[in-house]
């Protein structure tokens, strides 16, 4: 019977999991401790949204939709698990625990838990935990999308140039003459027009899809620019190589670390963005939980007396754009090689 022998591993050679942990660049991250601190806020923002069934426990037409007939059945795990991974769409909903437009500090609210007090009849609370959801999804289908979009385009006019380069690059003079805002503004009006009363989200994404592209797009072909000209793109390219495979393998994957940094740091602006729109009534429709409806609220409130009403919901904006922006500068100095 044949005896199977194992190759010894090479001496020095580390496993591909404890060379990842042990590289420079993360070494330097752990090192930062702005950047780890915002980590950290962005792990709890994730956590709120994936436990915000019980952090704030859904009521009314939520409770209707999930099958429930009173709140403490949602530490039950099968109610649990369906609200925290498809949670209909009435929990997002804000809870209205009255009528009355006046906001209402915690301690005059009964009969249910909002530590935040109350505006216009909302749960101020309520629409806060899960309006971190809306914030996580919207910015990362919004990122995600934008830098497809973006790596795409640029890489296909940083590697051929030529007319192909010249006619997107001025195609994106035009996008950049334009303000963003404005332009997300007009091709939302546009969208909403079409489909009066609708779900905004799918509006909202395609119009900030359509204004964010092209900083990504800018970026890449510069990397690609420089990455093109290196020795490997010439002997893959000596050797046969496709241009798609070229691409895909050689030059798009040594081109990112710009674009990836400057993706993590635009993660903080989208909800800022989304809450601009809800504030000029382009957003999601009034009493959905998202936190520019609650500053959109607390307008009409703006009183020393009424400070909670706008407090809370401008601490968690902050918060969230300030911890991506501390992760985002963390990491693009991990990244950079001049600076380790």
Not at 48 to 76: H, K, V, Y
Not at 90 to 95: D, F, G, P, R, V
Not at 164 to 172: A, C, E, G, H, K
């Amino acid at each position: 019977m044949a005896s199977v022998t194992s190759t010894p591993a090479a001496p020095g050679a580390a496993p591909r999991g404890r060379s990842f942990w042990t590289s420079p660049a993360l070494r330097k991250l752990r090192r930062n401790p702005l950047a780890l601190s915002g980590l950290f806020i962005i792990l709890l923002f994730g956590l709120m949204a994936l436990f915000a069934p019980l952090i704030a426990r859904p009521t009314g037409n939520c409770l209707r939709d999930l099958g429930m007939e009173s709140q403490n059945q949602i530490f039950q795990p099968q109610f649990a698990l369906r609200a925290m991974f498809m949670a209909p769409d009435e929990c997002y909903k804000m809870e209205r625990v009255s009528f009355a437009q006046e906001p209402a500090p915690a301690s005059t609210v009964k009969d249910t838990f909002a530590p935040f007090g109350t505006v216009n009849g909302y749960n101020i609370f309520y629409g806060l935990v899960w309006g971190t959801r809306t914030a996580l999804k919207m910015s990362f289908i919004i990122v995600g999308i934008t830098l497809a979009l973006g790596i795409l385009i640029g890489a296909i006019s940083g590697f051929y140039g030529g007319w192909v380069d010249n006619l997107i690059q001025r195609f994106i003079d035009v996008i950049y003459a334009l303000p963003p805002l404005v332009l997300t503004v007009t091709i939302l009006t546009i969208l909403r027009a079409k489909n009066p009363g609708g779900d905004p989200t799918g509006p909202i994404i395609f119009a900030m899809c359509i204004t964010g592209w092209a900083g990504y797009a800018k970026v890449i072909r510069g990397d690609i620019l420089k990455t093109r000209q290196l020795e490997y793109v010439d002997a893959a390219r000596a050797l046969g190589a496709r241009d798609l495979r070229m691409i895909l393998r050689h030059v798009v994957p040594n081109s990112l670390t710009t674009v990836f940094t400057l993706a993590v740091l635009a993660l903080a602006t989208v909800p800022l963005s989304v809450a601009a729109l809800s504030f000029l009534g382009l957003g999601f429709e009034s009493g959905y939980s998202e936190w520019g409806q609650l500053i959109d609220f607390a307008r009409a409130w703006l009183k020393p007396d009424y400070w909670y009403v706008l407090a809370f919901p401008a601490i968690f904006i902050v918060l969230f754009s300030l911890a991506f922006n501390l992760f985002g500068d963390g990491l693009r100095d991990a990244l950079d090689p001049k600076t380790r």
